[in-house]
């Protein structure tokens, strides 16, 4: 990626509709605001308009932040208030309108992305946000990912506060967002008696000059925040929880006057520094991470070998087998490819049985370069039968871009025994009992590739494929950044 490049970030905001290019680090090349609008053909005709401002030759993916309910696998819209953009297919006009990926979440979510890479919880990893403005918008990050359970998790407003509060239009009672947001802040303040035009300031001064009604409205509305993001802590333990939003400062100056409360769940409130910008910024970081393919194993570019790696007999392929049934990665062994050659030809000696084994090595890699993106593979061979630069080649044409490697072992006189006990049912061409000691000093100096993380496997011991399975599935996630 050239320093040139960068992606269209948009945020669907109650008002405005906001545009930006943005660099892969964040930074804004260029911005657009323009008024929205609440009819859904009006309102994605005017994205549109304003993807076409922002496109260009470098452009390498589209990423919006949507209000409302968003399928964040599928990117699929779900619901809305103000603006319902359920039912469009806006994800894929887009990407047919525009020939570029397209990244679509929740706005809040976008804004997580944006204030846990450059805002306010920079570098942390696991963070939890909520936006405070008409209504309670909500996400949660996870070892940097935004958590999406099936469909879209992170519906922050509607945790249950008050069990028997106001109605909410989710269904429930007693949603934070109910209690807490801007709307009920209103309804706080008409029900002590204050008059329609009485902001927060007005009532932040009286209460911190010890008035007893504006002290009694920080409390009915301050109150149930603080139970939820306790909640929050206390399901997700993140490192800081962010209050973003119009009114996500005036929401975390409130708490300062609830009484003091130590729980387990104590947890460090911040409040989000990227205001505005935190949705553009966020969708185009977005739509960076989804053109390279690190929004999640299935979009990945390029492909991922898993090497099951040994000496002859070191029992390398009934653990690959059971890899592969367990992970569901298809399973390539260099002997399922060779065997059915030395079973038609005939009279293949022991320098033919190698060539054999070069050209089934090939079509192993061969195979998986005729496969789609984000394929996993796992393929058992003894790697070692072939320089380190054969095997580099191979991976670099097949696009493999992640490898890890299980090691299988065991001690020479194990696997001598192992391969004396198969040599009478080996195909001709393999080399019979005499290779036994050649087997043995091989064993003594092989060791694995180490192209990536290495798993060393006893294959003596009994085996916890559950927990090896695990480990492969970390060894060949997507890098976190
Ligand atoms: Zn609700």
């Not at 968003?70 to 819209?77: A, T």
């Not at 969708?283 to 492909?303: I, M, N, T, W, Y």
């Amino acid at each position: 990626m050239t320093s040139e490049t960068f992606a269209i970030g948009v945020d669907i905001g109650g008002t405005n509709l906001r545009a930006a290019r943005v660099a892969p680090s964040g930074e804004i090349l260029q911005k657009e605001v323009t008024p929205g609008s609440r009819d859904p053909s009006r309102a994605l005709a005017l994205i549109e308009e304003l993807i076409r401002k922002m496109n260009g030759t470098s452009a390498v993916a589209i990423g919006v932040g949507v209000p409302g309910r968003v399928n964040g696998w599928s990117g699929e819209v779900l619901s809305g208030g103000y603006l319902d953009l359920s039912g469009h297919d806006m994800k894929g006009n887009l990407a047919r309108a525009f020939g570029r990926p397209v990244a679509i979440e929740n706005d809040c979510g976008m804004a997580l992305v944006a204030e846990a890479r450059l805002g306010a919880a920079q570098g942390l990893s696991d963070v939890v946000m909520m936006t405070i403005g008409t209504g309670i918008g909500g996400a949660v990050m996870q070892s940097r990912q935004l958590v999406h359970g099936k469909q879209c998790a992170g519906q922050l407003g509607h945790l249950v506060v008050s069990v028997d509060g106001q109605p909410c239009r989710c269904g429930q009672r007693g949603c934070v967002e109910t209690e807490s947001s801007g709307s009920s802040l209103r309804r706080h303040l008409a029900e002590a008696g204050y008059d329609q035009n009485t902001m927060f300031e007005d009532v932040l001064r009286l209460a911190t000059s010890g008035d007893r009604n504006a002290l009694a409205v920080m409390h009915s509305w301050a109150a149930p925040l603080r139970a939820a993001i306790r909640t929050l802590s206390a399901a997700f333990d993140p490192e800081v929880v962010i209050l973003g939003g119009g009114l996500g400062d005036a929401a975390a100056r409130a708490q300062a006057f609830l009484p003091t409360l130590h729980s387990w769940y104590d947890v460090e409130v911040r409040i989000a520094v990227l205001g505005d910008d935190a949705g553009v910024i966020g969708s185009g970081l977005a739509a960076f991470d989804l053109a390279s393919g690190q929004r999640g194993p299935s979009s990945e570019v390029g492909k991922r070998l898993l090497m099951v790696n040994g000496v002859p007999a070191s029992g390398k392929s009934s653990l690959a087998r059971a890899i592969s049934v367990e992970t569901g990665w298809p399973l390539l062994g260099l002997d399922t490819i060779k065997t059915p050659f030395l079973e038609v030809l005939e009279n293949v000696d022991r320098s033919g049985n190698r060539l054999l084994g070069k050209a089934s090595y090939k079509a192993i890699f061969s195979i998986i370069e005729e496969s789609p993106e984000g394929a996993t593979f796992v393929v058992d061979a003894w790697f070692g039968f072939q320089p380190l630069a054969l095997l580099e080649e191979h991976i670099n044409m097949a696009r493999i871009t992640r490898v890890a490697e299980l090691w299988c072992r065991a001690p020479p006189e194990v696997l001598a025994g192992r391969y004396a006990d198969r040599s009478s049912r080996r195909v001709a061409g393999h080399p019979g009992l005499s290779y036994v000691p050649e087997l043995v000093e091989l064993a003594k100096r092989a060791g694995p590739f180490r192209l990536g993380p290495v798993l060393d496997i006893d294959t003596t011991a009994p085996q916890d494929i559950d927990a090896v399975a695990s480990w492969a599935r970390r060894a060949l996630a997507p890098a976190k950044r």
